[in-house]
């Protein structure tokens, strides 16, 4: 069995990742922060030399939903890619060659086709409200590339679509789309509200994926590490709208009001699909019907509240 870092090992994934790890028999270091701080290159080097892992899962990151990210382009992009080159030098420099880099969807151009594929990634610009995300996770992506050509590692990438799920922020100010709305409609129900504000006309359709269905593909992906290319996407296959969103919320929570639309406020892109071939061709699918994740999820965030 490995010896295993996991950065980001108290966030929503690697809450989820570190048990399913350490079930399978591997030593898992999860340094805090105050162990560990990626945004300082000196301190990441020297934890890395000193622990010396057989394995990185670079989960760490510093994220924000839509409603507060265009707010914080420069310290997003600035946290994430420094804590992300500062790892990959420390790597290189002391030997360790083997990571998974959990990257996002949001590196994909604005304009790319549906459903983004891997070779479209750089051919145009990225999402406005969430550019400095987006720039920052496209530029650890292709350090890990360049670090491959050129020091003979394999620093892998994989794009997963939206996640959610237990651990996650369901901050109504900072959350992401899913665990805010469904923070807003928890307390619609709460409050006995006639009812519940849309951002925009609710067709954007956005890919879901459940956080313990990605850590067990990060778990296949360590034990299958020789067969993942250098990157690609990992999602559920299923998109749904924002007003299909919403009504699965509604059946989850009782929430029993109706739904208006607020044009004013930003959406996003309208679509955000992935293709699924390279996961398809290893094998691995989701274990979790997104039913069933919302209602997970939404137990753990009705005890939180308590």
């Not at 969807?105 to 051919?123: C, F, R």
């Not at 313990?212 to 996407?233: H, Q, R, S």
Request: glycine share 8%; with cysteine.
């Amino acid at each position: 069995m490995a010896s295993i870092l996991v950065t980001g090992a108290s966030g929503m994934l690697g809450q989820h990742l570190v048990p399913m790890l350490k079930n399978k028999g591997h030593s898992v270091l999860t340094p805090s922060r105050h162990e560990l701080d990626l945004s300082d290159a000196h301190a990441t080097s020297e934890y890395i030399e000193s622990n010396l892992p057989n394995f990185v899962v670079h989960c760490a990151a510093f994220v924000a939903g839509i409603a507060s990210s265009k707010t914080i382009k420069h310290h997003s992009l600035d946290q994430n890619i420094s804590m992300g080159l500062n790892l990959i030098r420390a790597c290189v420099s002391h030997g360790v060659a083997n990571m998974i880099n959990v990257g996002s969807a949001t590196v994909y151009p604005n304009e790319a086709p549906q459903p983004l594929s891997e070779p479209s990634i750089g051919d145009g610009p990225l999402e406005g409200p969430i550019e400095g995300y987006a720039l920052s996770k496209y530029v650890v992506y292709r350090a890990c590339e360049m670090a491959n050509e050129q020091h003979n590692v394999s620093f892998k990438t994989i794009l997963p679509c939206n996640l959610f799920g237990p651990y996650d922020n369901f901050s109504l100010e900072t959350g992401h789309m899913l665990p805010a709305i469904l923070h807003r409609m928890h307390q619609a129900k709460q409050n006995d509200d006639a009812s519940v504000t849309i951002w925009g006309d609710g067709t954007a359709k956005r890919e879901f994926l459940y956080a313990p269905d990605l850590a067990d593909f990060i778990c296949f992906a360590i034990d299958n590490f020789e067969a993942l290319p250098g990157v690609m996407n990992v999602g559920s296959g299923l998109e749904i709208s924002v007003n299909a969103m919403h009504k699965h919320m509604a059946k989850v929570t009782g929430y029993l009001g109706e739904f208006q639309h607020d044009m004013s406020k930003p959406v996003g892109r309208l679509r955000r699909c992935l293709d699924l071939r390279h996961q398809e061709s290893l094998g691995w699918s989701p274990k979790t019907a997104f039913q069933d994740a919302l209602e997970l999820t939404y137990d753990y965030m009705r005890r939180s509240l308590e």
